[in-house]
Protein backbone atom coordinates (compact mmCIF):
# COMPACT_ATOMS: atom_id res chain seq x y z
CA UNK A 1 0.00 0.00 0.00
CA UNK A 2 1.43 3.40 -0.95
CA UNK A 3 1.53 5.89 2.00
CA UNK A 4 0.07 8.29 -0.29
CA UNK A 5 -3.29 6.25 -0.57
CA UNK A 6 -3.44 4.89 3.70
CA UNK A 7 -6.22 6.07 5.19
CA UNK A 8 -5.96 8.87 7.99
CA UNK A 9 -8.01 6.64 11.00
CA UNK A 10 -5.22 3.44 10.46
CA UNK A 11 -3.96 2.72 13.75
CA UNK A 12 -0.69 3.63 13.97
CA UNK A 13 0.32 0.60 15.44
CA UNK A 14 -0.84 -1.34 12.49
CA UNK A 15 0.94 0.50 9.61
CA UNK A 16 4.84 0.23 9.12
CA UNK A 17 3.89 3.55 7.40
CA UNK A 18 2.48 5.49 10.78
CA UNK A 19 1.78 8.91 10.68
CA UNK A 20 1.35 11.51 7.30
CA UNK A 21 3.58 14.50 6.84
CA UNK A 22 2.69 17.30 8.56
CA UNK A 23 3.60 20.89 7.35
CA UNK A 24 3.31 21.85 11.18
CA UNK A 25 6.75 20.20 11.00
CA UNK A 26 8.37 22.16 8.53
CA UNK A 27 6.92 25.43 10.09
CA UNK A 28 8.53 24.35 13.82
CA UNK A 29 11.41 23.38 11.93
CA UNK A 30 11.93 26.74 10.34
CA UNK A 31 11.28 28.63 13.64
CA UNK A 32 13.91 26.27 15.26
CA UNK A 33 16.45 27.19 13.34
CA UNK A 34 15.72 30.80 12.87
CA UNK A 35 15.75 30.79 17.06
CA UNK A 36 19.18 28.83 16.97
CA UNK A 37 20.87 31.08 14.68
CA UNK A 38 19.94 34.03 16.76
CA UNK A 39 20.95 32.55 19.22
CA UNK A 40 24.09 31.47 18.27
CA UNK A 41 25.27 34.52 17.06
CA UNK A 42 24.30 36.35 20.03
CA UNK A 43 26.04 33.83 21.94
CA UNK A 44 29.07 34.15 19.89
CA UNK A 45 29.39 37.45 18.88
CA UNK A 46 29.32 37.73 23.25
CA UNK A 47 33.03 37.77 23.42
CA UNK A 48 36.22 36.54 21.57
CA UNK A 49 35.74 32.74 21.04
CA UNK A 50 38.29 31.11 19.69
CA UNK A 51 37.76 30.07 15.56
CA UNK A 52 36.80 26.57 16.26
CA UNK A 53 33.47 26.99 18.09
CA UNK A 54 32.20 29.14 15.37
CA UNK A 55 33.26 26.73 12.86
CA UNK A 56 31.45 23.72 15.59
CA UNK A 57 28.42 26.53 16.20
CA UNK A 58 27.60 26.88 12.60
CA UNK A 59 28.03 23.36 11.33
CA UNK A 60 25.44 22.02 13.87
CA UNK A 61 22.81 24.25 12.28
CA UNK A 62 23.89 23.61 9.02
CA UNK A 63 23.42 19.75 9.37
CA UNK A 64 20.47 20.00 11.59
CA UNK A 65 18.65 22.05 9.62
CA UNK A 66 19.18 20.09 6.45
CA UNK A 67 18.41 16.39 7.99
CA UNK A 68 14.87 15.71 6.73
CA UNK A 69 12.46 14.04 9.52
CA UNK A 70 11.19 10.45 8.99
CA UNK A 71 7.48 10.17 7.95
CA UNK A 72 6.89 6.54 8.24
CA UNK A 73 8.34 3.71 10.76
CA UNK A 74 10.18 2.01 7.94
CA UNK A 75 11.38 5.38 6.85
CA UNK A 76 13.18 5.63 10.19
CA UNK A 77 14.98 2.39 10.02
CA UNK A 78 15.46 1.41 6.37
CA UNK A 79 15.68 5.22 4.79
CA UNK A 80 15.04 5.55 0.95
CA UNK A 81 15.14 8.71 -1.75
CA UNK A 82 14.89 9.23 -4.82
CA UNK A 83 17.86 10.11 -7.67
CA UNK A 84 20.31 12.92 -7.43
CA UNK A 85 18.19 15.12 -9.02
CA UNK A 86 15.33 14.65 -6.95
CA UNK A 87 17.84 15.32 -3.87
CA UNK A 88 18.66 18.06 -5.22
CA UNK A 89 15.00 19.45 -5.86
CA UNK A 90 13.91 18.27 -2.54
CA UNK A 91 17.66 20.09 -0.87
CA UNK A 92 16.69 23.08 -2.44
CA UNK A 93 13.13 23.66 -1.99
CA UNK A 94 13.46 21.96 1.58
CA UNK A 95 10.56 19.42 1.26
CA UNK A 96 10.12 15.49 1.79
CA UNK A 97 9.28 12.59 -0.61
CA UNK A 98 6.74 10.12 0.69
CA UNK A 99 9.22 6.27 1.25
CA UNK A 100 10.44 5.46 -2.55
CA UNK A 101 11.60 1.76 -1.69
CA UNK A 102 14.93 0.42 -1.79
CA UNK A 103 18.07 3.02 -1.14
CA UNK A 104 19.44 4.43 -4.08
CA UNK A 105 22.57 3.20 -5.28
CA UNK A 106 24.49 6.56 -5.32
CA UNK A 107 23.13 7.70 -1.85
CA UNK A 108 24.41 4.20 -0.58
CA UNK A 109 27.81 4.63 -1.90
CA UNK A 110 28.19 8.34 0.02
CA UNK A 111 26.68 7.08 2.70
CA UNK A 112 29.14 4.36 2.93
CA UNK A 113 32.45 6.67 2.40
CA UNK A 114 30.74 8.70 5.30
CA UNK A 115 30.61 5.83 7.90
CA UNK A 116 34.20 4.47 6.87
CA UNK A 117 35.93 7.26 7.88
CA UNK A 118 35.52 6.45 11.11
CA UNK A 119 36.24 9.66 12.34
CA UNK A 120 39.67 10.26 13.05
CA UNK A 121 40.84 9.04 9.75
CA UNK A 122 42.47 12.86 9.61
CA UNK A 123 44.08 12.32 12.71
CA UNK A 124 45.37 8.43 12.09
CA UNK A 125 46.53 8.91 8.33
CA UNK A 126 47.92 12.27 9.12
CA UNK A 127 49.82 10.03 12.44
CA UNK A 128 50.98 6.95 9.74
CA UNK A 129 51.90 9.21 6.78
CA UNK A 130 54.32 11.34 9.13
CA UNK A 131 55.55 8.49 10.64
CA UNK A 132 56.26 6.09 8.00
CA UNK A 133 56.23 8.51 4.66
CA UNK A 134 54.39 7.43 1.29
CA UNK A 135 54.97 3.80 3.51
CA UNK A 136 52.37 5.23 5.95
CA UNK A 137 50.41 6.89 3.89
CA UNK A 138 49.85 3.35 1.48
CA UNK A 139 49.65 1.45 4.77
CA UNK A 140 46.71 3.79 6.28
CA UNK A 141 44.76 3.80 3.23
CA UNK A 142 44.98 -0.26 2.50
CA UNK A 143 42.95 -0.45 5.34
CA UNK A 144 40.07 -0.48 3.12
CA UNK A 145 40.75 -2.83 1.05
CA UNK A 146 40.57 -5.63 3.89
CA UNK A 147 37.13 -4.11 4.26
CA UNK A 148 35.71 -4.31 0.68
CA UNK A 149 36.50 -7.98 0.87
CA UNK A 150 34.62 -8.12 4.04
CA UNK A 151 31.83 -6.72 1.86
CA UNK A 152 32.74 -9.19 -0.93
CA UNK A 153 31.80 -12.34 1.96
CA UNK A 154 28.70 -10.18 2.89
CA UNK A 155 27.52 -10.60 -0.69
CA UNK A 156 28.19 -13.82 -0.77
CA UNK A 157 26.39 -14.61 2.87
CA UNK A 158 23.72 -12.46 1.75
CA UNK A 159 22.78 -15.42 -1.75
CA UNK A 160 23.53 -17.92 0.80
CA UNK A 161 21.08 -16.59 2.92
CA UNK A 162 18.61 -14.67 0.92
CA UNK A 163 16.42 -13.64 4.17
CA UNK A 164 18.46 -12.13 5.72
CA UNK A 165 18.09 -8.11 6.26
CA UNK A 166 21.12 -7.91 8.94
CA UNK A 167 24.39 -9.48 10.24
CA UNK A 168 22.01 -10.16 13.24
CA UNK A 169 19.83 -12.21 11.96
CA UNK A 170 22.22 -14.24 9.90
CA UNK A 171 24.10 -14.90 13.16
CA UNK A 172 20.96 -16.18 14.83
CA UNK A 173 19.80 -18.44 12.02
CA UNK A 174 23.37 -20.27 12.19
CA UNK A 175 24.68 -19.98 15.79
CA UNK A 176 21.64 -19.52 17.74
CA UNK A 177 20.34 -16.37 20.66
CA UNK A 178 24.07 -16.80 22.55
CA UNK A 179 25.75 -15.99 20.23
CA UNK A 180 23.78 -13.17 19.13
CA UNK A 181 23.85 -12.15 22.59
CA UNK A 182 27.95 -11.80 21.98
CA UNK A 183 27.43 -10.47 19.04
CA UNK A 184 25.52 -7.24 19.58
CA UNK A 185 27.61 -6.49 22.96
CA UNK A 186 30.62 -6.47 20.47
CA UNK A 187 28.75 -4.17 18.12
CA UNK A 188 27.64 -2.15 21.23
CA UNK A 189 31.03 -1.76 22.51
CA UNK A 190 32.52 -0.70 18.96
CA UNK A 191 29.79 1.98 18.34
CA UNK A 192 30.44 3.12 21.75
CA UNK A 193 34.13 3.34 20.87
CA UNK A 194 33.46 4.84 17.39
CA UNK A 195 31.35 8.04 19.38
CA UNK A 196 33.81 8.87 22.25
CA UNK A 197 36.86 8.38 19.81
CA UNK A 198 35.20 10.97 17.01
CA UNK A 199 34.54 13.14 19.67
CA UNK A 200 37.40 13.35 21.13
CA UNK A 201 39.22 14.32 17.72
CA UNK A 202 36.91 17.25 17.64
CA UNK A 203 37.54 18.25 21.19
CA UNK A 204 41.25 18.11 20.23
CA UNK A 205 40.53 21.02 18.48
CA UNK A 206 40.22 23.65 21.59
CA UNK A 207 43.20 21.43 23.11
CA UNK A 208 45.08 24.93 22.73
CA UNK A 209 42.39 26.97 23.70
CA UNK A 210 41.73 25.39 27.27
CA UNK A 211 43.50 21.76 27.64
CA UNK A 212 40.89 20.36 29.97
CA UNK A 213 37.86 21.87 29.86
CA UNK A 214 37.94 23.24 25.78
CA UNK A 215 38.63 19.32 25.22
CA UNK A 216 35.47 18.28 27.12
CA UNK A 217 33.09 20.65 26.11
CA UNK A 218 33.96 20.55 22.27
CA UNK A 219 33.62 16.64 22.44
CA UNK A 220 30.01 17.06 24.34
CA UNK A 221 28.49 19.65 21.96
CA UNK A 222 29.82 18.03 18.55
CA UNK A 223 27.30 15.05 19.46
CA UNK A 224 24.27 17.20 20.05
CA UNK A 225 23.23 17.89 16.61
CA UNK A 226 23.73 14.77 15.59
CA UNK A 227 21.69 13.14 18.55
CA UNK A 228 19.28 15.94 17.70
CA UNK A 229 18.41 14.91 13.84
CA UNK A 230 19.04 11.27 14.53
CA UNK A 231 16.39 10.97 17.04
CA UNK A 232 14.02 12.74 14.46
CA UNK A 233 14.73 10.98 11.22
CA UNK A 234 16.77 7.52 12.10
CA UNK A 235 18.28 6.51 9.35
CA UNK A 236 16.47 9.04 6.94
CA UNK A 237 18.01 11.76 8.12
CA UNK A 238 21.16 11.10 7.09
CA UNK A 239 19.64 11.52 3.05
CA UNK A 240 20.73 14.87 2.74
CA UNK A 241 23.35 15.24 5.90
CA UNK A 242 25.42 12.65 4.14
CA UNK A 243 25.86 13.95 0.90
CA UNK A 244 26.84 17.41 1.68
CA UNK A 245 29.15 16.50 4.24
CA UNK A 246 30.82 13.99 1.38
CA UNK A 247 31.34 16.79 -0.84
CA UNK A 248 32.50 19.31 1.94
CA UNK A 249 35.31 16.99 2.87
CA UNK A 250 36.16 16.16 -0.46
CA UNK A 251 36.43 19.72 -1.59
CA UNK A 252 38.45 20.90 1.18
CA UNK A 253 40.69 18.26 1.65
CA UNK A 254 41.52 18.81 -1.87
CA UNK A 255 41.89 22.67 -2.08
CA UNK A 256 44.36 22.25 1.22
CA UNK A 257 46.63 19.46 -0.99
CA UNK A 258 46.37 21.61 -4.22
CA UNK A 259 48.08 24.59 -1.60
CA UNK A 260 50.87 22.07 -1.04
CA UNK A 261 53.87 23.17 -3.67
CA UNK A 262 54.35 20.18 -6.13
CA UNK A 263 58.45 21.31 -6.51
CA UNK A 264 60.26 20.12 -4.50
CA UNK A 265 58.84 16.50 -5.05
CA UNK A 266 58.29 16.17 -1.27
CA UNK A 267 56.38 12.63 -1.77
CA UNK A 268 59.16 10.86 -3.26
CA UNK A 269 61.87 9.61 -0.58
CA UNK A 270 59.64 9.64 2.27
CA UNK A 271 59.78 6.20 3.44
CA UNK A 272 61.06 2.85 2.46
CA UNK A 273 59.37 0.18 1.13
CA UNK A 274 60.35 -2.78 3.31
CA UNK A 275 59.60 -4.14 6.72
CA UNK A 276 61.86 -2.20 8.89
CA UNK A 277 60.17 0.76 7.00
CA UNK A 278 56.67 -0.06 7.94
CA UNK A 279 55.63 -2.65 4.86
CA UNK A 280 54.94 -4.75 7.92
CA UNK A 281 51.77 -2.34 8.98
CA UNK A 282 50.38 -2.87 5.36
CA UNK A 283 50.09 -6.27 5.96
CA UNK A 284 48.83 -6.10 9.04
CA UNK A 285 45.96 -3.89 8.39
CA UNK A 286 45.04 -5.32 4.98
CA UNK A 287 44.42 -8.55 7.47
CA UNK A 288 42.71 -6.46 10.36
CA UNK A 289 40.92 -4.49 7.56
CA UNK A 290 39.52 -7.93 6.46
CA UNK A 291 38.91 -10.00 8.83
CA UNK A 292 38.85 -8.12 12.28
CA UNK A 293 37.09 -4.89 13.67
CA UNK A 294 35.12 -4.14 10.59
CA UNK A 295 32.66 -7.19 10.97
CA UNK A 296 31.20 -5.35 14.07
CA UNK A 297 31.12 -2.10 12.74
CA UNK A 298 27.67 -1.48 12.37
CA UNK A 299 28.07 2.03 10.48
CA UNK A 300 29.40 -0.46 7.95
CA UNK A 301 27.40 -3.88 7.97
CA UNK A 302 24.24 -2.52 8.03
CA UNK A 303 25.23 -0.32 4.65
CA UNK A 304 25.40 -3.82 3.13
CA UNK A 305 21.51 -4.56 3.69
CA UNK A 306 19.70 -1.47 2.58
CA UNK A 307 19.09 -2.34 -0.65
CA UNK A 308 19.06 -5.77 -3.20
CA UNK A 309 22.42 -7.76 -2.45
CA UNK A 310 24.12 -7.13 -6.46
CA UNK A 311 23.17 -3.19 -5.51
CA UNK A 312 24.14 -3.10 -1.98
CA UNK A 313 27.85 -4.57 -3.23
CA UNK A 314 28.29 -2.25 -6.06
CA UNK A 315 27.45 0.58 -3.69
CA UNK A 316 29.24 0.11 -0.69
CA UNK A 317 32.41 -0.93 -3.13
CA UNK A 318 32.10 2.45 -4.16
CA UNK A 319 31.88 3.58 -1.26
CA UNK A 320 34.73 2.46 0.10
CA UNK A 321 37.07 3.23 -3.30
CA UNK A 322 36.17 7.08 -2.03
CA UNK A 323 37.08 6.44 1.54
CA UNK A 324 40.12 5.03 0.30
CA UNK A 325 41.33 7.81 -1.82
CA UNK A 326 40.21 10.38 1.43
CA UNK A 327 42.31 8.32 3.19
CA UNK A 328 45.50 8.42 1.09
CA UNK A 329 44.97 11.75 0.53
CA UNK A 330 44.31 12.96 4.03
CA UNK A 331 48.06 10.58 5.03
CA UNK A 332 49.47 12.71 1.86
CA UNK A 333 49.61 15.37 5.07
CA UNK A 334 51.60 14.05 7.25
CA UNK A 335 53.91 13.25 4.41
CA UNK A 336 54.14 17.20 3.72
CA UNK A 337 54.63 17.73 7.65
CA UNK A 338 57.47 14.97 7.53
CA UNK A 339 59.32 16.90 4.53
CA UNK A 340 58.22 20.41 5.92
CA UNK A 341 59.90 19.76 9.18
CA UNK A 342 56.77 20.31 11.10
CA UNK A 343 54.67 18.56 13.85
CA UNK A 344 52.79 15.46 12.72
CA UNK A 345 49.23 16.69 13.22
CA UNK A 346 46.49 17.75 10.83
CA UNK A 347 45.82 20.93 12.85
CA UNK A 348 49.17 21.78 12.60
CA UNK A 349 49.64 21.04 9.13
CA UNK A 350 46.66 23.61 8.60
CA UNK A 351 48.50 26.36 10.82
CA UNK A 352 51.55 25.78 8.76
CA UNK A 353 49.35 26.37 5.53
CA UNK A 354 47.64 29.37 6.82
CA UNK A 355 45.19 30.34 8.42
CA UNK A 356 42.40 29.81 5.57
CA UNK A 357 43.27 26.12 5.68
CA UNK A 358 43.53 26.42 9.56
CA UNK A 359 39.88 27.13 9.31
CA UNK A 360 39.10 24.35 6.10
CA UNK A 361 40.87 21.64 8.65
CA UNK A 362 38.80 22.58 11.97
CA UNK A 363 35.57 22.11 9.37
CA UNK A 364 37.08 18.61 7.76
CA UNK A 365 37.59 17.31 11.87
CA UNK A 366 33.78 18.51 12.74
CA UNK A 367 32.18 17.32 9.67
CA UNK A 368 34.02 13.91 10.08
CA UNK A 369 33.25 13.45 13.31
CA UNK A 370 29.51 14.29 13.41
CA UNK A 371 29.20 12.12 9.98
CA UNK A 372 30.62 9.30 12.03
CA UNK A 373 28.64 10.07 15.40
CA UNK A 374 25.65 9.87 13.27
CA UNK A 375 26.08 6.68 11.54
CA UNK A 376 26.91 4.80 15.34
CA UNK A 377 23.40 7.22 16.42
CA UNK A 378 21.45 5.13 13.53
CA UNK A 379 23.10 2.04 14.52
CA UNK A 380 22.50 2.01 17.77
CA UNK A 381 19.09 2.85 17.44
CA UNK A 382 18.94 -0.04 14.67
CA UNK A 383 20.16 -2.65 17.66
CA UNK A 384 17.99 -1.96 20.27
CA UNK A 385 15.00 -1.25 18.29
CA UNK A 386 14.83 -3.89 15.96
CA UNK A 387 17.21 -6.67 17.10
CA UNK A 388 17.56 -6.68 20.57
CA UNK A 389 14.18 -5.69 21.24
CA UNK A 390 12.57 -8.06 18.71
CA UNK A 391 14.60 -11.05 20.26
CA UNK A 392 13.91 -10.22 24.13
CA UNK A 393 10.22 -10.15 23.61
CA UNK A 394 10.08 -13.18 21.19
CA UNK A 395 11.88 -15.23 23.77
CA UNK A 396 9.08 -14.58 26.31
CA UNK A 397 6.43 -15.85 24.07
CA UNK A 398 5.74 -19.10 22.55
CA UNK A 399 7.13 -18.25 19.15
CA UNK A 400 10.79 -18.96 18.51
CA UNK A 401 12.38 -15.29 18.40
CA UNK A 402 14.26 -13.72 15.74
CA UNK A 403 15.38 -10.09 15.24
CA UNK A 404 13.34 -8.39 12.98
CA UNK A 405 14.68 -6.21 9.90
CA UNK A 406 14.59 -2.63 8.52
CA UNK A 407 12.11 -3.77 6.20
CA UNK A 408 9.90 -6.18 8.48
CA UNK A 409 5.85 -6.01 8.13
CA UNK A 410 5.83 -5.85 11.99
CA UNK A 411 7.32 -2.62 12.49
CA UNK A 412 5.09 -0.45 15.06
CA UNK A 413 5.51 2.31 17.44
CA UNK A 414 7.42 0.28 20.13
CA UNK A 415 9.93 -0.35 18.01
CA UNK A 416 10.51 3.47 16.98
CA UNK A 417 10.44 4.24 20.91
CA UNK A 418 12.82 1.83 21.61
CA UNK A 419 15.29 2.56 19.14
CA UNK A 420 15.23 6.03 20.38
CA UNK A 421 15.90 5.39 23.78
CA UNK A 422 18.93 3.26 22.63
CA UNK A 423 19.67 6.05 20.62
CA UNK A 424 20.04 8.49 23.67
CA UNK A 425 21.40 6.11 25.68
CA UNK A 426 24.04 5.09 23.72
CA UNK A 427 24.95 8.84 23.04
CA UNK A 428 24.45 10.31 26.21
CA UNK A 429 26.94 7.10 27.40
CA UNK A 430 29.49 7.86 24.85
CA UNK A 431 29.56 11.31 25.00
CA UNK A 432 30.05 11.35 29.17
CA UNK A 433 32.44 8.95 28.83
CA UNK A 434 34.76 11.92 27.61
CA UNK A 435 34.74 12.88 31.15
CA UNK A 436 37.64 10.25 32.03
CA UNK A 437 39.74 10.77 29.44
CA UNK A 438 39.89 14.65 30.83
CA UNK A 439 41.16 12.88 34.25
CA UNK A 440 42.90 9.93 33.07
CA UNK A 441 44.61 10.73 29.60
CA UNK A 442 45.05 8.50 27.04
CA UNK A 443 42.10 6.18 29.07
CA UNK A 444 40.02 6.54 25.86
CA UNK A 445 42.76 4.49 23.75
CA UNK A 446 43.37 2.07 26.50
CA UNK A 447 40.09 0.80 26.49
CA UNK A 448 39.43 0.56 22.58
CA UNK A 449 39.24 -2.74 21.23
CA UNK A 450 42.39 -4.11 19.12
CA UNK A 451 42.46 -5.44 15.85
CA UNK A 452 44.06 -8.75 17.80
CA UNK A 453 41.01 -8.98 20.11
CA UNK A 454 38.64 -9.38 17.50
CA UNK A 455 40.40 -11.31 15.03
CA UNK A 456 38.05 -14.21 16.21
CA UNK A 457 34.65 -12.85 14.80
CA UNK A 458 35.43 -13.53 10.97
CA UNK A 459 36.11 -17.27 11.51
CA UNK A 460 32.68 -18.10 12.31
CA UNK A 461 31.57 -15.45 9.49
CA UNK A 462 33.17 -16.78 6.95
CA UNK A 463 31.88 -20.28 7.97
CA UNK A 464 28.77 -19.63 7.41
CA UNK A 465 29.84 -19.00 3.62
CA UNK A 466 29.70 -22.79 3.42
CA UNK A 467 26.45 -23.32 5.64
CA UNK A 468 24.39 -26.14 4.84
CA UNK A 469 20.70 -26.53 5.15
CA UNK A 470 21.10 -29.96 7.58
CA UNK A 471 23.75 -28.67 9.92
CA UNK A 472 22.93 -27.91 13.39
CA UNK A 473 23.23 -24.66 14.77
CA UNK A 474 26.33 -24.09 16.33
CA UNK A 475 27.21 -21.84 19.48
CA UNK A 476 30.30 -23.15 20.64
CA UNK A 477 32.07 -22.52 16.70
CA UNK A 478 31.16 -18.24 17.42
CA UNK A 479 31.89 -17.84 20.79
CA UNK A 480 35.01 -20.07 21.10
CA UNK A 481 37.21 -17.84 18.71
CA UNK A 482 35.82 -15.17 19.76
CA UNK A 483 36.64 -16.18 23.61
CA UNK A 484 40.51 -17.21 22.33
CA UNK A 485 41.14 -13.88 20.58
CA UNK A 486 40.13 -11.55 23.28
CA UNK A 487 42.31 -13.67 25.65
CA UNK A 488 45.24 -13.51 23.16
CA UNK A 489 44.59 -9.52 22.78
CA UNK A 490 44.56 -8.97 26.58
CA UNK A 491 47.67 -10.95 27.19
CA UNK A 492 49.15 -8.91 24.84
CA UNK A 493 47.75 -5.45 25.67
CA UNK A 494 49.28 -6.63 29.45
CA UNK A 495 52.21 -7.23 27.97
CA UNK A 496 52.73 -3.91 25.94
CA UNK A 497 54.39 -0.87 27.74
CA UNK A 498 54.93 2.79 26.08
CA UNK A 499 58.60 3.43 25.21
CA UNK A 500 58.26 6.69 24.05
CA UNK A 501 56.05 9.71 24.97
CA UNK A 502 54.63 12.91 23.46
CA UNK A 503 53.23 14.56 25.89
CA UNK A 504 50.21 12.79 27.35
CA UNK A 505 50.19 10.37 24.09
CA UNK A 506 52.07 7.58 23.80
CA UNK A 507 54.04 7.87 20.56
CA UNK A 508 56.41 4.20 20.86
CA UNK A 509 55.54 1.07 21.89
CA UNK A 510 57.17 -1.87 23.80
CA UNK A 511 56.21 -5.88 23.42
CA UNK A 512 57.33 -7.74 25.77
CA UNK A 513 56.60 -10.66 24.32
CA UNK A 514 58.37 -14.43 23.06
CA UNK A 515 60.30 -13.35 20.44
CA UNK A 516 58.47 -16.43 18.79
CA UNK A 517 55.50 -14.82 17.91
CA UNK A 518 57.15 -11.76 15.32
CA UNK A 519 57.26 -12.30 11.84
CA UNK A 520 59.95 -10.15 10.17
CA UNK A 521 62.13 -7.56 12.23
CA UNK A 522 60.41 -4.65 11.18
CA UNK A 523 58.68 -2.37 13.99
CA UNK A 524 55.25 -4.19 14.02
CA UNK A 525 56.85 -7.67 13.87
CA UNK A 526 54.98 -8.24 16.95
CA UNK A 527 51.69 -7.07 15.89
CA UNK A 528 51.56 -8.87 12.36
CA UNK A 529 53.22 -12.02 14.14
CA UNK A 530 50.00 -12.30 16.66
CA UNK A 531 47.89 -11.07 13.95
CA UNK A 532 47.92 -13.97 11.90
CA UNK A 533 48.58 -16.31 14.74
CA UNK A 534 45.35 -15.14 17.00
CA UNK A 535 43.51 -15.67 13.77
CA UNK A 536 44.69 -19.30 12.62
CA UNK A 537 44.28 -20.07 16.00
CA UNK A 538 40.54 -18.53 16.05
CA UNK A 539 40.13 -20.47 13.12
CA UNK A 540 41.51 -23.98 14.67
CA UNK A 541 38.81 -23.12 17.50
CA UNK A 542 36.03 -22.36 15.33
CA UNK A 543 36.32 -25.37 13.29
CA UNK A 544 36.23 -27.19 17.11
CA UNK A 545 33.37 -25.82 18.01
CA UNK A 546 31.55 -26.47 14.75
CA UNK A 547 32.69 -30.07 15.19
CA UNK A 548 31.58 -30.28 19.09
CA UNK A 549 27.96 -29.13 18.43
CA UNK A 550 27.63 -31.34 15.02
CA UNK A 551 28.31 -34.03 17.18
CA UNK A 552 26.77 -33.58 20.10
CA UNK A 553 24.58 -31.25 20.35
CA UNK A 554 20.59 -32.07 20.85
CA UNK A 555 18.25 -30.65 18.28
CA UNK A 556 16.01 -27.94 19.79
CA UNK A 557 12.24 -28.34 19.97
CA UNK A 558 10.10 -26.37 17.91
CA UNK A 559 6.95 -24.30 19.42
CA UNK A 560 3.94 -26.69 20.36
CA UNK A 561 1.99 -28.31 17.86
CA UNK A 562 -0.97 -26.28 18.53
CA UNK A 563 0.39 -23.11 16.91
CA UNK A 564 1.30 -24.65 13.75
CA UNK A 565 -1.35 -26.96 11.06
CA UNK A 566 -0.82 -27.95 7.80
CA UNK A 567 -2.73 -25.06 6.48
CA UNK A 568 -0.51 -22.86 8.15
CA UNK A 569 2.68 -24.33 6.59
CA UNK A 570 1.13 -24.28 3.12
CA UNK A 571 1.21 -20.38 3.26
CA UNK A 572 5.56 -20.32 4.26
CA UNK A 573 7.02 -18.63 1.41
CA UNK A 574 8.39 -21.58 -0.82
CA UNK A 575 12.25 -20.21 -0.78
CA UNK A 576 12.64 -20.83 2.85
CA UNK A 577 10.53 -24.65 2.92
CA UNK A 578 12.90 -27.65 3.89
CA UNK A 579 12.33 -30.53 2.37
CA UNK A 580 12.35 -31.96 5.68
CA UNK A 581 9.31 -29.60 6.72
CA UNK A 582 6.05 -31.91 6.68
CA UNK A 583 3.48 -32.99 8.21
CA UNK A 584 4.73 -35.17 10.60
CA UNK A 585 7.01 -32.28 11.85
CA UNK A 586 3.80 -30.31 12.71
CA UNK A 587 2.33 -33.78 14.83
CA UNK A 588 5.32 -33.99 16.65
CA UNK A 589 6.03 -30.70 17.28
CA UNK A 590 9.55 -30.92 15.97
CA UNK A 591 11.11 -28.80 13.31
CA UNK A 592 15.04 -29.68 12.04
CA UNK A 593 17.29 -27.57 13.52
CA UNK A 594 18.82 -26.07 10.35
CA UNK A 595 19.32 -22.08 9.90
CA UNK A 596 15.54 -21.80 8.44
CA UNK A 597 14.21 -22.88 11.53
CA UNK A 598 13.59 -19.96 13.39
CA UNK A 599 13.32 -17.42 9.83
CA UNK A 600 10.73 -20.39 9.17
CA UNK A 601 8.22 -20.21 12.54
CA UNK A 602 8.85 -16.26 12.66
CA UNK A 603 7.41 -15.46 8.97
CA UNK A 604 4.86 -17.67 9.60
CA UNK A 605 3.94 -16.41 13.47
CA UNK A 606 4.29 -12.50 11.53
CA UNK A 607 1.91 -13.81 8.69
CA UNK A 608 -0.86 -14.99 11.78
CA UNK A 609 -0.49 -11.57 12.89
CA UNK A 610 -0.88 -9.81 10.24
CA UNK A 611 -4.48 -11.86 9.06
CA UNK A 612 -5.17 -11.25 13.23
CA UNK A 613 -4.91 -7.31 12.16
CA UNK A 614 -6.67 -7.53 9.20
CA UNK A 615 -9.71 -8.44 11.25
CA UNK A 616 -9.58 -5.93 13.98
Not at 135 to 142: D, E, K, T
Not at 189 to 214: C, H, K, M, N, P
Not at 250 to 257: A, Q, S, V, Y
Amino acid sequence: MSPRHLNESTRLDQTVYGTHFDMRHVYFRFAAIIVAIIAMALLLGSKDNPIPWHCLGWTSILYAGIAPWAQFFQQYFAGGGGNPVQWIFDFVQWQQRPYEGEVPFWWLSVSTFISATLGDTLWEGTAMGYQFGSVGAFAHAIYYWGIAIMFVIIYRLRTLHPHAQSMMQLVNVCYGYEACGIFGGLVLYRILSLVWTGALTTGQLFAEYDASRGVFWGSILCGVAPLFYTLMGGIRSLYSVHPVQALLLMIFLTTTLCQIANRPNWIEGQGSWTLQGGADLILVRLFQGSLSLPWITAVLTDRAFLSTPATSLAAVLVGTLLAYCFSFMSSLLGVYARHAGIAGTVIDVGKYLGGAYYHLVALMIITNTMGTIDSCLVSASKLGGLEAFSLLAGRSSEIVSHPQGPRSARLNRTNVLVGRIALMVVGGVGLCCLATEVNSPGSIAAARLSGIMTMGISPPMILMCAWRRNWKRCPTAFWLPIAVSIITGILVAVGTNCSVWDGTQCAGKQVNFNPNWKLGNGDYAYELGLTVFSFLIALLACVTGFLLDQQFRFRQRAPPASLLSARAVCVLPSPFMSSTLNSAHVETGRFPDTPEEPNIVYRYAEKLAEKDDALL
